[in-house]
């Protein structure tokens, strides 16, 4: 009877210690990838990584960008993953991003890459602009597909079409800044001002206006392309239109925050490897790493409409293009939600 009751307590500890032991670390991971990647990555990374936990904070880039900073001297996050080149840049110049070298970078398209000196962030995928065209919608209300970003500017459609606001969306800050470096700062403004008499509102996530589209609520999205092509291949009545004058595009990246954590580390690493640069393609034709490039359904030939984009011009110019873009045009955005 003795030996038994002090065995027991024996077993309770080593039970809680084994416990303790095989806890996973938790990461704090902010994003603004699509909510329907999150389950993917988080699942495949973490049967690599059993002892590593990814907690996601999701929201639009802008927004993303704007708690990122906001943080700037108190971070929450350990690691930022699936946040526009733009905002990676911005992010490192306030000192939010670390610089680190991860495992296998060798192997990432270095146009996708932080181009200074003591990197601090890594493309997964390179992400771009499209208009989505409701072809059922356009034949009801007798309007024709338009082939250039000239053409959105005819009388016909006036209150169809949506874009997303560039103040709380990457994609909408990507082609507004694709539109000033393309046409030159004052064309693109006066193109926007023409182009606002048509819009019928401004919405606060990227994929949104190609969404209202496929399902009818407006005729027109100015989105994203992934976005159409998903719509597309689940049976959407739209077609995916990469205008003449070239569409805006930017890398999706990831970046350390918390250089204590290897747990943080390690999830970068992992991010720019071959098995997630798969799980990448899965979604984008254009993605990190150099061996990995099968087609995807219904995404549209994006090599010819790539406007050439400064990505440290779109970060340095972001404060001053967004204050006018609002002051011009945010009263047409719907309300947050």
């Known amino acids: 009877m003795k030996n038994r009751w002090m065995i027991t307590p024996l077993t309770a500890i080593a039970a809680l210690s084994a416990s303790s032991a095989f806890a996973a670390e938790e990461l704090t991971v902010y994003t603004a990838f699509e909510t329907d990647m999150l389950a993917k990555f988080k699942n495949s990374f973490e049967q690599a990584n059993p002892d590593i936990k990814i907690n996601w904070v999701r929201d639009s880039t802008g927004i993303m960008t704007a708690k990122l900073l906001a943080e700037k001297n108190n971070p929450h996050a350990d690691v930022v993953w699936g946040l526009a080149g733009s905002s990676m840049a911005l992010l490192k110049e306030e000192g939010v991003l670390k610089p680190y070298t991860p495992e296998g970078l060798d192997q990432i398209r270095a146009n996708l890459v932080d181009p200074q000196q003591n990197k601090a962030w890594f493309g997964n995928d390179a992400f771009f602009n499209a208009v989505c065209f409701n072809e059922i919608v356009a034949e009801q209300k007798g309007l ?21 606001n560039p103040a709380s969306s990457g994609t909408g800050y990507m082609q507004v800044s694709a539109w000033i470096q393309s046409m030159g700062e004052k064309p693109a403004w006066q193109y926007m001002e023409q182009l606002d008499g048509n819009i019928a509102h401004y919405t606060h996530s990227g994929s949104k206006p190609c ?3 496929a399902m009818g609520e407006v005729a027109i999205g100015i989105s994203m392309a992934i976005r159409g092509a998903t719509l597309k291949t689940q049976g959407a009545p739209i077609d995916i239109i990469m205008p003449k004058g070239g569409v805006g595009w930017e890398a999706e990246a990831v970046g350390l925050v918390n250089t204590e954590s290897d747990a943080a580390k390690r999830l970068v690493d992992w991010s720019i490897s071959e098995e997630a640069n798969k799980l990448y393609n899965a979604f984008y034709p254009v993605v990190g790493h150099k061996a990995i490039n099968a087609a995807v359904n219904n995404y549209p030939d994006v090599e010819n409409a790539m406007v050439d984009m400064d990505f440290g011009k779109m970060a340095a110019s972001r404060e001053d293009v967004l204050k006018t873009w609002s002051d011009r045009f945010d009263a047409k955005s719907e309300p947050r939600s």
């Open 211 to 213: 969404v209202q589209a």
């Open 144 to 164: 024709s597909k338009p082939d250039s970003w000239e053409d959105l500017l005819k009388p016909e459609y006036k209150g169809h079409i949506a874009m997303p």
